[in-house]
């Protein structure tokens, strides 16, 4: 909001929402937008209480500034993560949208000398029906400014909902299709020249020397940046960084990770599951059960680590001056961005200006500072902005990985095949533990855990232990669907061994287990219909069920996957069932679950990083595939009516998916997953 | 040497080595920014233009290789027939989600339904199958050459 915008700014009774006199309503975005809709499903919150079209409220993105924008949900820190941006918003935001549209009235009640009760907000003014008396909000604006803010307002019930609900058009959509979305990349300060840079290819390595007298030779190269650990070629444009970069000789000192490999990552991880961990549940006696079981199932499983590779690299723009520093960037985390520049320029925090864009895609890749460092460190060796942009090789080798878990499964049955003992022990990075320490209690955070513990099946003896173990030498961080992406894979992969072991029905294997969770066992039966659970297959095709409850939301998926001859997998069909309570939006969260579930499949099939040397081995989109258009299976997605208060919808249609296919290629051949990713799996050929 | 180029018919010029991919042309010396880098090995399609209506990643075509050629950028291709109904069709279909790869996503639909104006799922395939999307909106990219070709949504 610049000084031009304050001397016409008329109403703002709250940090969100903002009226002009010119009637138009600004909301503050807290929650940025990288393809999961929040820029419209948070205005369908303040215009559904606002009474406002959704056409007409503008969206500014937030400062930095966490006591105003900080997320309930994530401890107070402005991040937009979690699947949370709505459930966050679902009380405040339309608390605020309340608070105006309650102000508005009675400013214009005062104004005519009614009783408010006898106003009424809609379609942008209030109305006083027994008169036919009209103010629109601009022209009310000025004398509700004047108003004290209510302390608390009554909120619609979901009956009286006219916008949530509805299937709302995106708001970001005309900027998306002809080029004029601005995304962090397309930032243009004046007079910005262009970098690229190459970091150390062995995670904390050093620059012993570099030799850059033929990359100063290219043509628009302008300057060669020298870090401890990166080098950077600035230039006029990207072409020329880039053919600079590639005429550097640079030597590298690999420094302690030289010689890393795999071995020294998934070792340590097995071995520390051959000991106790912190106890994440207890229910019952697992040890006694398990010794009186009739029949015992035991397996371990390992999922690898996995790049985000968004479709925007990652890059940062920055202008560092002698009193302050400036930043353009897409980031998750605000607040953090504005504080890792004011601390790498060494300039006070009220001196660094963020400039918040769209994200080209998140997916936790940008709840991280890394690059804002990066470009920052550049910047204060270059006169004047410059923007770094990583290529897509440094994207994928220097990103920070969804760790690598190792898991330990063992099971009792009774006579009759039900599971009387499940033990369940696994080990891998914690995530909360560097990222939001206080998260990280006695052993154990909330996010590791999630989609291992309190598990819709009801099992009467049921044990679960985490042990972190870090990797060495290979950064760790969120990824699109966190800790449920590697706990409910291995959780529905061993219900899965266990129905098998029963030979008994998958589904009605699961369905058993349900009765303490009717949401859950709802849209099993929902998804199982839909699909034609039980129908007749051709041969080599196999149906596959998982259901979870994570991000507050319930869903179950079948998958129906082919096996070729030669081991080629694919996934012909996808079928979603979804609980997440009130769906504000439903046509994003049916664009999300496609979403996820794509992510999902390219996880399940064909997502790893490895080490050699301590090298990450991917580099680009030939070794690090992704799914494309001609492997995308039929998705249909139905949601459940409900009331309930929203739940997350950004990342269940990812961690549920694997576990569908997998269990999918285990009906079509016999063949159980037991470590994705699944194309590294000789064994289906 | 100065280039001289036609982009989306207004001619123009750069002073730029021969060797310079066409893309950085585009979005830094011409500061055209709707042309997205992806990848710069032509394996995701972010940065598809047309060279003369036929689709190219201008990330691995060399300004030599556009000289000459008319040049066409997703800040132009609605004005073409084929790209305005596409772009429709994006809209009514609400297909972007992140939005980053669909500049690549419509400069590729659009030259597939100037070419096939009634195109099979399989010429979708083809057609499609080089422009990666991270956010999965292949659904409704499908949905949408097919609205744009038809009027109405398909299968």
């Not at chain 2, 000459?68 to 997703?74: F, L, M, N, Q, S």
Request: hydrophobic fraction near 45%; aromatic fraction near 6%; charge should be neutral.
């Amino acid at each position: 909001m610049g000084a031009a915008d304050a001397a016409v700014e008329a109403f703002a009774p709250n940090a969100f929402v903002r009226i002009g006199a010119d009637g138009q309503v600004v909301l503050t975005m807290p929650y940025v937008e990288m393809g999961q809709g929040t820029y419209t499903s948070i205005p369908m919150l303040i215009a559904e209480e606002l009474e406002v079209d959704l056409k007409q409220v503008r969206l500014e993105h937030a400062p930095p500034n966490e006591k105003l924008y900080g997320n309930p949900l994530l401890g107070g820190i402005q991040a937009t993560g979690n699947s949370n941006a709505v459930r966050a918003s679902w009380q405040p935001l339309r608390q605020a949208g309340a608070a105006a549209r309650t102000m508005l009235v009675a400013a214009a009640a005062k104004r005519w000398n009614v009783d408010p009760a006898s106003c009424r907000a809609q379609s942008g003014e209030v109305r006083h029906a027994p008169t036919g008396r009209r103010l629109k909000y601009g022209q009310l604006a000025a004398d509700a400014a004047k108003l004290p803010v209510p302390e608390s307002v009554a909120l619609k019930r979901p009956g009286e909902f006219k916008l949530i609900g509805t299937p709302a058009k995106r708001l970001d959509t005309p900027a998306k299709v002809n080029g004029t979305a601005v995304y962090g990349i397309d930032a243009r300060p004046k007079g910005v020249k262009m970098a690229t840079l190459a970091q150390s290819p062995v995670f904390g390595g050093r620059v012993k020397s570099v030799d850059d007298s033929k990359a100063k030779g290219v043509k628009g190269v302008r300057q060669i940046v020298r870090l401890d650990d990166a080098v950077a070629v600035v230039a006029d444009h990207m072409g020329a960084a880039k053919k600079g970069l590639a005429a550097l000789v640079i030597e590298w000192d690999d420094g302690p990770h030289a010689k890393l490999g795999m071995n020294d990552v998934v070792g340590p991880l097995e071995q520390a599951t051959l000991s106790p961990g912190a106890v994440a549940e207890n229910v019952g006696d697992v040890g006694s059960a398990l010794a009186a079981a009739v029949t015992k199932v035991e397996a371990t499983y390992q999922v690898p680590f996995l790049a985000h590779a968004t479709m925007e690299p990652m890059n940062c723009t920055a202008h560092v001056r002698s009193d302050g520093c400036e930043i353009w960037v897409g980031t998750q985390v605000m607040a953090r961005a504005q504080e890792a520049a004011a601390k790498t320029a060494g300039v006070p925090l009220d001196k660094v200006v963020v400039h918040n864009h769209l994200l080209g895609g998140g997916f936790g890749r940008r709840l991280e500072v890394d690059g804002v460092i990066r470009a920052v460190q550049i910047a204060k060796q270059v006169d004047g902005p410059v923007k770094v942009v990583w290529t897509r090789e440094e994207d994928i080798q220097h990103d920070m990985y969804r760790p690598y878990w190792f898991d330990r499964f063992s099971a009792g049955l009774d006579a009759n095949g039900a599971p009387v003992a499940w033990n369940h022990r696994f080990a891998g990075s914690s995530v909360i533990a560097r990222w939001v320490p206080p998260g990280f209690q006695n052993g154990l955070d909330g996010d590791s855990t999630e989609g291992a513990i309190d598990l819709v099946y009801g099992l009467p003896n049921l044990h679960v232990e985490y042990v972190r173990v870090e990797p060495p030498g290979i950064p760790t961080a969120f990824w699109r669907s966190v800790g449920p992406s590697h706990t409910v894979f291995v959780v529905e992969s061993f219900m899965d061994e266990l129905a098998a072991a029963a030979k008994k029905d998958p589904l009605a294997y699961r369905r058993a287990l349900l009765d303490k969770t009717p949401r859950a066992k709802a849209v099993l039966d929902l998804a199982a219909e839909k699909a034609g659970w039980g129908k007749p297959l051709p041969k080599g095709v196999g149906r596959g069920v998982s259901i979870q409850h994570a991000f507050a939301t319930y869903m179950a998926q079948v998958a129906e996957v082919e096996v070729a001859s030669d081991g080629a997998v694919r996934v012909r069909r996808v079928v979603c069932a979804v609980d997440c309570g009130i769906a504000v939006n439903p046509d994003t969260i049916r664009a999300q679950i496609q979403s996820g579930i794509i992510f999902g499949i390219t996880a399940a099939l064909h997502g790893q990083i490895t080490l050699k040397d301590g090298r990450v081995q991917q580099s680009n989109f030939h070794d690090y595939q992704v799914l494309r258009m001609n492997e995308a299976p039929v998705i249909d997605v139905y949601i459940v009516n409900s009331t309930e208060a929203p739940g997350g919808m950004g990342e269940t249609g990812t961690s549920l998916l694997p576990a569908a296919v997998t269990n999918a290629i285990f009906a079509a051949t016999g063949k159980r997953i037991r470590k994705l990713p699944v194309a590294d799996q000789a064994a289906l050929a | 040497m100065p280039y001289p180029l036609t982009v989306n018919g207004k001619p123009r010029s750069v002073d730029v080595d021969d060797d310079t991919p066409l893309l950085w042309v585009i979005r830094d010396a011409l500061g055209m920014t709707g042309t997205k880098f992806g990848c710069g090995l032509g394996l995701c399609g972010a940065c598809t233009v047309h060279l003369d209506g036929q689709p190219v990643r201008s990330c691995i075509t060399l300004v030599s290789a556009a000289a000459g050629k008319r040049i066409t950028t997703i800040e132009a291709v609605g004005a073409t027939a084929a790209g305005k109904k596409i772009q429709e069709a994006w809209v009514a279909l609400d297909v972007p989600q992140c939005g980053y790869c669909q500049s690549g996503q419509i400069m590729s639909a659009t030259a597939l339904l100037a070419a096939k104006p009634h195109p099979t799922d399989a010429d979708i395939d083809a057609a499609m199958s080089g422009n990666i999307c991270r956010c999965g909106t292949y659904a409704r990219i499908r949905d949408g050459i097919k609205l744009a070709a038809s009027g109405t949504k398909g299968g």
